[in-house]
């Protein structure tokens, strides 16, 4: 599968991106970056980063650093860390960012790969709205966008309504349901159910010491964030189960329905059905165990 990860790391884009790295099925061909859990310069910096930490190598573009219409962007840091990846503070620069914008990248190698490009989008999906904006052509020649973000009839993880991903920028994930594209919506209804403990941390950093002790270190600050708003003792693994459902949607259970997203008011971000759009496919379920155990023993592949 020839596969570009749209990604804003971000603890839980760190896993999904060494799982893509370690799967054998999938050819990774770049990393867009994008403002989310961190600011831009940040997210590609970690990208960068991380490539280099799984022995990987494939372009970072660079994308937007702020969401649509915005004059300025603030990340928690209480929730992925500073710098994103927990309690990293020294997290080094190596290699350089493609001249290219992420949009312009994503269009051009849309373009090259006509119908045989997967799209896995783990932040704000500015980059992707910018794309369609840019190529009247991108909407086909994307096989696949598969989007983590949303909750569909149950609530949000950053306010009563909306799930983090598209609260960031709610208008241009509303411009992406509006458009043609081929579209997997893997939101909280499914990500909630893959529940990582530290003991799956611990049993990564057992199989792959050096990248597995890596996610084991970063994961501890995410853990400690879950456990400071008493949630529990562990965390949904929300970006790595949409990766997976990339390559493996039967293990998911689906709906679809057209989607809109709230673009004003309290309920911003919130995703709800439009039968008036295009039909999404939205995962209502996954089998949770196998996806962790699917994660464990690609990381370990990492060693
Ligand atoms: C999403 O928000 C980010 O904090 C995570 O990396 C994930 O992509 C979960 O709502
Ligand atoms: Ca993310």
Redesign the pocket.
């Known amino acids: 599968m020839k596969l570009i990860i749209d990604t804003?790391?971000?603890?839980?884009?760190a896993l999904a991106i060494a799982i893509a790295v370690a799967l054998p099925e999938i050819s990774l061909l770049g990393l867009t970056t994008i403002f989310?859990?961190t600011f831009v310069p940040q997210s590609s910096r970690n990208a960068r980063f991380l490539l280099d930490l799984f022995a990987a190598d494939c372009p970072v573009a660079e994308g937007a650093a702020l969401p649509w219409g915005a004059e300025t962007y603030d990340p928690a840091d209480n929730?992925?860390g500073p710098e994103g990846l927990g309690a990293r503070a020294d997290i080094p620069q190596i290699g350089q960012n493609t001249d290219e914008a992420a949009a312009d990248f994503l269009v051009r190698l849309a373009q090259e790969n006509a119908g045989e490009l997967t799209i896995c989008a783990?932040?704000p999906l500015t980059n992707i709205a910018d794309a369609l904006a840019r190529d009247p052509g991108f909407a086909r020649n994307v096989k696949e966008l598969v989007i983590?973000?949303g909750a569909l009839d149950q609530p949000g993880?950053?306010t009563p309504f909306a799930?983090?991903?598209l609260f960031h920028d709610a208008a241009a994930a509303d411009a992406v349901f509006q458009s043609e594209m081929n579209i997997v919506m893997i939101g909280?209804n499914a990500?909630l159910q893959t529940l990582l403990t530290p003991a799956d941390l611990t049993d990564m950093a057992r199989t792959a010491p050096k990248v597995g002790g890596f996610l084991e270190e970063i994961h501890d600050f995410y853990f400690g964030f879950y456990r400071s708003v008493g949630i529990m003792d562990g965390c949904?693994m929300?970006?790595a189960t949409?990766l997976l459902a990339c390559l493996w949607p039967e293990r998911f259970k689906f709906t679809e329905t057209g989607v809109r997203v709230i673009v004003d008011g309290d309920e911003i971000g919130q995703t709800i059905r439009d039968e008036s759009r295009p039909n999404v496919r939205i995962a209502l379920g996954v089998e949770a165990d196998w996806a962790i155990q699917t994660a464990k023993n690609a990381v370990a592949q990492l060693h």
């Open positions: 804003d790391p971000g603890v839980d884009d989310g859990n929730v992925h783990i932040g983590m973000g993880n950053i799930e983090a991903n909280l990500t949904p929300h970006d949409s």
